[in-house]
C-alpha cells in the first residue's frame, strides 16, 4: 500500500529500539525524511545508520531526553518543521505495592509519559497548523484504559493524555492536523526484557524471563496466545501518520491480541 508520504518529514520520538522502532522502519519504507530521538546513543546512531542502510532514506539520530525540557529544546532545534510526528516513550517498570507509591514516582511518570508528550506536540502543532496539514500518533498503552494495579507508573498518566489529545484533536481536525493514540498491550519488546528483574519483584516469582513470560501467560490470557512483537503495531501507527487517515480524529486504538474486553 502507497501511504503516500514519501518525501514528507518525520519524527520518531523514542525511535531507537521496541514499537519506535519499529514505527521508524515503516515510516523510513514509506520514504519520509526521518529524525529518530532517544537517550540512548551508541543504539540510536546505530538504529539510525541500519534503517538509512536498509530503506535508502535520510535517517538523522538526536541524542535526547523529550521528559525534560533540555532534551525537547535538543529535537525543536534539529527538526524545526516536521510534517509527522510519532512518540513513544520505554515503558516503565511495574511499581509492585500501590502503597508503596511515592510522591516523586508520580512526578516522574507524569514527567515523562504525559508533559513530555503535551509539550512536543504544544510545540508543534501551530507549525502543522499553519502548513494545513499533520499527523501526530502517540504509541502508548492499553492500560490508559484497562488499569491495572501494577502498572499505576504508566497507565494514570496515560489517561490523562489520552483525554488531552481527545480534546484537542476536535479543536485542530479543520486545519488538517489529525492527532490519535495507539494503546498497546501486552509485547515483547527490547523495553519488556529490561525490565525482567523490576516484574519478578513485583509479581514475588523467580527473577528470569520465562518465569516473567509464563506469570503473564497465566494471569494475563490473550486470546491470541502469544504476545505481539513491535511490527504487529507498527504498520497501524504508519497509516495513522498517512494522509489515508484523515478522517480518523482522536481515536485511541487498542492493540493487544483481543485481550481488553471492551466494546469501546
Given at each position: 500500500?502507497?501511504?503516500?508520504?514519501?518525501?514528507?518529514?518525520?519524527?520518531?520520538?523514542?525511535?531507537?529500539?521496541?514499537?519506535?522502532?519499529?514505527?521508524?522502519?515503516?515510516?523510513?519504507?514509506?520514504?519520509?525524511?526521518?529524525?529518530?530521538?532517544?537517550?540512548?546513543?551508541?543504539?540510536?546512531?546505530?538504529?539510525?545508520?541500519?534503517?538509512?542502510?536498509?530503506?535508502?532514506?535520510?535517517?538523522?539520530?538526536?541524542?535526547?531526553?523529550?521528559?525534560?525540557?533540555?532534551?525537547?529544546?535538543?529535537?525543536?532545534?534539529?527538526?524545526?518543521?516536521?510534517?509527522?510526528?510519532?512518540?513513544?516513550?520505554?515503558?516503565?517498570?511495574?511499581?509492585?505495592?500501590?502503597?508503596?507509591?511515592?510522591?516523586?514516582?508520580?512526578?516522574?511518570?507524569?514527567?515523562?509519559?504525559?508533559?513530555?508528550?503535551?509539550?512536543?506536540?504544544?510545540?508543534?502543532?501551530?507549525?502543522?497548523?499553519?502548513?494545513?496539514?499533520?499527523?501526530?500518533?502517540?504509541?502508548?498503552?492499553?492500560?490508559?484504559?484497562?488499569?491495572?494495579?501494577?502498572?499505576?507508573?504508566?497507565?494514570?498518566?496515560?489517561?490523562?493524555?489520552?483525554?488531552?489529545?481527545?480534546?484537542?484533536?476536535?479543536?485542530?481536525?479543520?486545519?488538517?492536523?489529525?492527532?490519535?493514540?495507539?494503546?498497546?498491550?501486552?509485547?515483547?519488546t527490547e523495553g519488556s526484557s529490561e525490565n525482567t528483574e523490576a516484574y519478578a519483584r513485583a509479581f514475588n516469582i523467580k527473577a528470569d524471563e520465562d518465569s516473567v513470560t509464563k506469570h503473564?501467560?497465566?494471569?494475563?490470557?490473550?486470546?491470541?496466545?502469544?504476545?505481539?512483537?513491535?511490527?504487529?503495531?507498527?504498520?497501524?501507527?504508519?497509516?495513522?501518520?498517512?494522509?489515508?487517515?484523515?478522517?480518523?480524529?482522536?481515536?485511541?486504538?487498542?492493540?493487544?491480541?483481543?485481550?481488553?474486553?471492551?466494546?469501546?
Amino acid at each position: 500500500m502507497d501511504l503516500k508520504i514519501s518525501g514528507k518529514v518525520a519524527i520518531m520520538a523514542g525511535g531507537s529500539a521496541g514499537m519506535g522502532r519499529a514505527t521508524a522502519e515503516r515510516l523510513a519504507e514509506a520514504g519520509v525524511k526521518l529524525y529518530i530521538s532517544a537517550r540512548r546513543e551508541k543504539r540510536l546512531v546505530r538504529a539510525a545508520s541500519e534503517i538509512s542502510s536498509k530503506y535508502g532514506v535520510k535517517v538523522t539520530p538526536i541524542i535526547a531526553d523529550s521528559s525534560t525540557e533540555e532534551g525537547r529544546n535538543t529535537l525543536f532545534s534539529a527538526c524545526p518543521s516536521p510534517d509527522i510526528l510519532a512518540i513513544t516513550i520505554k515503558p516503565p517498570p511495574p511499581n509492585g505495592n500501590f502503597l508503596d507509591v511515592t510522591p516523586q514516582m508520580w512526578r516522574d511518570s507524569i514527567e515523562t509519559a504525559l508533559i513530555g508528550p503535551i509539550e512536543i506536540m504544544r510545540h508543534y502543532i501551530p507549525i502543522m497548523k499553519n502548513k494545513n496539514w499533520g499527523r501526530i500518533v502517540n504509541i502508548a498503552t492499553f492500560s490508559a484504559k484497562n488499569p491495572m494495579v501494577w502498572r499505576l507508573m504508566s497507565g494514570p498518566a496515560r489517561s490523562a493524555l489520552v483525554n488531552f489529545t481527545a480534546s484537542v484533536s476536535r479543536e485542530i481536525a479543520r486545519y488538517g492536523v489529525n492527532i490519535n493514540n495507539i494503546l498497546p498491550g501486552m509485547f515483547a519488546t527490547e523495553g519488556s526484557s529490561e525490565n525482567t528483574e523490576a516484574y519478578a519483584r513485583a509479581f514475588n516469582i523467580k527473577a528470569d524471563e520465562d518465569s516473567v513470560t509464563k506469570h503473564f501467560s497465566t494471569h494475563n490470557t490473550i486470546p491470541t496466545g502469544f504476545a505481539g512483537i513491535a511490527d504487529d503495531m507498527a504498520p497501524m501507527a504508519a497509516l495513522l501518520c498517512s494522509p489515508l487517515s484523515r478522517y480518523i480524529v482522536g481515536q485511541n486504538i487498542v492493540i493487544d491480541g483481543g485481550q481488553h474486553r471492551s466494546l469501546f
